[in-house]
DNA sequence: CGGAATCTTGAAAGTGTTCAAATCAAGTGG
DNA sequence: CCACTTGATTTGAACACTTTCAAGATTCCG
């Protein structure tokens, strides 16, 4: 149940035995059903969730019910609304499963003593959030800059375990597109070979 | 020169005299008139920078020689080709002087350095990092899921100092439009009244 | 003053969206 | 295991929005 976890944070820093004893007192597992919610637009974002196992995302929801995908997570990832997360103000995004997922859980009492008590989990979470902001900022670049079939096809290549495991009406909306345009573009490709 | 950096970071993190004069210690000022590069595409990025006085730019040149900007940044903020800091690969990014600036140059080995001799360094980049992925995180977020005149009312409402000393065509170019677009934006905007 | 850069405006072309319908795939209950 | 319902993907046509290209107006700065 933790081995992912411990893999993944051991790419980055180092961690003895008992900073692990540490890390998993403070953590709590929970299991996901696909489709059940993690995180509802509205509600205050209690922890970051680290996935074991599963996918899931966040989202916004428009005015008239559309939803924006802002971020996938699957095994080795984070998520959470960190901005809720961080002042306590309610969420703007919603979080759910798209397959069935085992979490760990971070409280916001936990993360706040792991950053004192633990050195090594201040220096991974600033690693883990440095690598998400530069990532962010290719998908930001990607999305201003080039076009569609591009974005597209740097998606599927940087990405592929999502586009296998992920509807496309939802990989769609991550890019800020109808379902209908990503068809049309997979089309084109797929006929250009 | 030093007053808006120390300024800055004692919002976040409180240092004593003696973590100032470390700080100090590791810190190289430049001055960039106003259209100087500070980083070219291709060079790799030696610094962060950070903004004593005056406006940049970071952006990515597409291949008929148009410019996409990713980011501007004013006094108080942080500006570097993270990816190309970090990993030592070639910039994909350019910098350059709106105005004439004052910067304060944090180079790797003064980075590296302070991180484990500074706690409250580390701290500090850690809260300033986090804060700009949930801004970026925003600007995603705007950018695929509101219509335009809304993404330009919340840039302008978010930061007016940064349209006021910015031409436009640039703030449309950060917004991933052409100029004459963003001038019929503001145009209905403005008509509406 | 004069040239260069910036901003605005117009019309045509291009691209993505919307709406509607057909096809295809998956899951459920009998 | 099949029939049925539901969800997902594809396709077409009309429509809306953004870009492109070209030109005119405005502002800035030497």
């Known amino acids: 149940m933790y081995e992912v976890f411990f893999e993944t944070i051991q790419k980055q820093v180092s961690l003895t035995k008992k900073d692990q004893a540490i890390l998993k007192s403070y953590l709590t597992p929970k299991k996901l059903r696909k489709k059940q919610y993690l995180l509802q637009e509205g509600d205050v974002c209690k922890f970051v969730a680290f996935v074991e196992k599963g996918v899931l995302r966040s989202y916004t929801i428009g005015e008239k019910g559309n939803e924006h ?32 997922c085992e ?72 890019m800020g597109l109808t379902p209908e345009t990503l068809s049309r573009v997979r089309k084109k490709i797929t006929t250009r070979r």
Chains 1, 2 share one sequence.
């Open 103 to 174: 979490l760990l859980l971070i409280s916001k009492g936990a993360h706040e003593d792991l950053l004192h008590k633990l050195p090594v989990y201040e220096t991974w979470i600033r690693l883990q959030i440095t690598s998400a902001y530069i990532a962010l900022q290719k998908r930001l670049t990607s999305v201003i800059s080039l076009p569609l079939e591009e974005r597209y096809q740097g998606f599927t290549a940087l990405y592929p375990h999502i586009v296998q495991r992920v509807p496309q009406h939802m990989i769609a909306s991550y």
């Open 69 to 100: 995908i802002i971020q996938f997570a699957i095994e080795g990832w984070l998520i959470s609304d960190l901005y809720s997360f961080l002042t306590a103000e309610p969420a703007t995004y919603t979080i759910d499963a798209i397959e069935d």
